[in-house]
């Protein structure tokens, strides 16, 4: 990302810091990172000027105004995305689409997402939150309305395919909301923006068959369904003003003012893609998505005509309760965010790790026992994709728990990746269990198919999740490398020539704050064993605190 500069170019020269001498050789480097005006706001902000507690029921700005437009265009674009698959028999009988034809429009819906992923990361880094949103609601919202005047399959399947590109929204709701937010409540601050968000799937099962019916009492069916969409498609127009007059890119101001006043550094693509993708823990929590989120997708457009055809439900009464599985993401995933930071402040990162495992372990279990019991009573079935649905949008929240202390310099991309991650993983499971018809060879039943990724999100959950580790605070099983820093860690995403122009200590205040991530008993003694050696950087900072009152920090959420 776009780094602060914080007048760093005046500061001593400097290079990474090594073992425990790093923490003291560059204090003063540190220290004047730190020497800047501090915005007044209504409410405790850390040393970066983020938000360190989360008020759902407020609207100040910066923070507050800007988390509420975030979570909101995150949901109209997950509504655009999915509003075709409750009402996919009507447009089935319409365009005179094959089952698999159908099938086929599904898998790009979530493909079309994979490689604007990647992009809006960069996007992110370079031009803020504000114009990456801004700039993709109004280039999707063309496409959701162009969705009602085709014809055929092909117009059908390749609408649903750009309409997708909407889904990178993600990237910059978490981006946003990592910016906004103090390490102690990113987690759920994370969680709420993409479960809120996320949760838009689930009510578009509801909502758009009302519509339809709504509109077919003036309108033929056919001429329903395609003005159906206008709904969501203007949504999109609206939530893009929204962000772009009322929202605010960071604490301090928007990008393009502090570029312009010298108060920001000025992005370098190259360099930030290639830190995120040399950076393995990405492609750990990557797979991690994969095979959750990646799941919920697949599940967003098979859940409802899966129950139609198991179960003999009616359109309405399937796309009904598919809906749950996409509302309880109002609840589930910031459980998943909740119980990262409440974690995270006993354990530090480990007990983040340690949460997604969890969770994740659960989830799967629980996918694979609703293709398991599908010849049971509908209430075993309904219990079984309820509890899947709980621990797979906890895993979603879990995974965005970590993902913020990745990287500092690249975090858009690593955004961007891991959420690509997520997309790859619903086109897999959507081509391999549920693209086939009956009729060809291969084909794979519905109720196999979701046993089946189950059993692979477990299987991920092991070998994915076991291998993070970062050298400062550890991982699953593997303490932290003795002497090895934050400092050493965000630093060493810059080049020496950069180090030696001072612009590594752009990162200084991140590092500073997320020592939290130590966990309490190491902060402690870290405390105790160093007072105020950076005094100076942690105004209103947990590490400024008394440590007997770091037992009552932590997550806050009013």
Known sequence: MADFHDDSAHAPKGGVMGGTQGEHTNEKQIAHAFEDDVPKFGYPVDSEHKAKTLRLFSFARPHYLSFHLNWIAFFTVFMSAYAAAPIVEYIRDDLNLTQFQANVAGVVTTSGTVFARVAMGQVCDSFGPRYAYGFLLMLTSSFVFGISVVHNAAGYIASRL?????????????????????????GIANAVAGGWGNAGGGVIQIVMPYIVYGLSKHHFTFVAWRLAFYVPASMHIIIALLIILLGQDLPDGNYHLLKRTGKMQKAKPLRQFWNGITNYRMWGLAACYAYSFGVELTL???????????????????????????IMNFGARPAGGILSDVLGKRFGIRGRIWALFLVFSLGGFFTAMTGVLAFRPFKVTLAMYILAGIFLEATCGAVYGVVPFVSRRSLGMVCGLVSAGGAIGGVMNQAIFFLKSPSMSGYITPYNGIKWMGTVACGVAILGISTIYFPMWGGMFLPAKAGYTEEDYYFSEYTEAEREEGLHLASSKFAHESRSMRGMKRLMQWQQQHGDVLATGGRDSPLDSNPKDLKSSGPAVV
């Not at 005509?305 to 309760?321: C, D, H, R, V």
């Open 162 to 186: 750009l309409i997708g590109i909407a889904l990178a929204g993600f990237v910059t709701c978490q981006f946003w909301a990592s910016m906004l937010f103090s390490p102690n409540v990113v």
């Open 300 to 326: 967003d457009n098979a859940l409802a005509p899966y129950l139609t055809n198991q179960f003999g439900f009616s359109i309405t009464k399937a796309g009904n309760l598919a809906a749950i599985f996409g």
